[in-house]
């Protein structure tokens, strides 16, 4: 399934993206991929370094950590391999192909703690994330733009929240599952694609 789904699932066009884009993307007419980090629980393992690799300092708990990214409508279009939670956004981002996928031009969307601007930079594409805070307070035009990219920005949470629903991977993944865990993410990302568009 993972294999047969990912084929039905490519990641598009910003031609194709351009043709379906809705109307709340207006401003980011270049707009190629939305992408965010989950992170799922596992089981503790024995082995001290495989510990060490899967805690997570912002879950407060071992996890394996996956990198989603979504195309405008919603759709789920990229889904890394799993990661151990000790891995932060950028190392992702930077290992999992997804930057093999971005063209000159591209608009990639992310939170702040994604710190990628320099990796895009290199392929000629462009980061928009929320501006962040200077001098303890947002001028008018931050505002204004923070508030323009969090209304858009807010469908790849509304996206993960989809995947979440399935609850076959909770509440703690068994280490019995180690080497299965991310085919399964993927097939539960891939099967809400086939549910109505979270955006039109």
């Known amino acids: 399934m993972d294999k047969e789904l990912s084929e039905l699932c490519p990641f598009p066009s910003r031609e194709l993206i351009a043709l379906k884009l ?3 993307f207006i401003s980011f007419p270049n ?3 939305i992408i965010d980090c989950t992170e799922i629980f596992v089981q503790r393992a024995s082995c001290f370094v495989a510990q060490s690799l899967t805690f997570s300092n912002y879950k407060h708990h071992n996890t394996v950590k996956f990198l989603i990214g979504i195309t405008p409508t919603g759709a789920i279009s990229f889904v890394s391999k799993a990661w151990g939670g000790r891995a932060s956004d950028r190392y992702i981002t930077e290992h999992s192909g997804l930057l093999e996928l971005i063209n000159d031009g591209d608009l990639v969307m992310a939170d702040k703690g994604f710190n990628i601007g320099d990796l895009l930079a290199k392929k000629k594409a462009f980061l928009n994330i929320p501006p962040f805070l200077h001098n303890r ?7 204004v733009e923070t508030r323009k990219i969090a209304k858009v920005r807010i469908h790849v949470e509304r996206a993960i ?3 979440k629903q399935f609850h076959i991977l909770d509440p703690v993944v068994p280490l019995s599952l180690k080497n299965t865990i991310g085919p399964i993410f993927r097939v539960i990302c891939y099967l809400t694609n086939l549910d109505k568009p979270l955006v039109t």
């Open 22 to 24: 809705p109307s709340q």
């Open 31 to 33: 707009i190629r991929v």
């Open 137 to 143: 307070q947002f001028s008018t035009e931050e505002v």
């Open 161 to 163: 929240g989809r995947v």
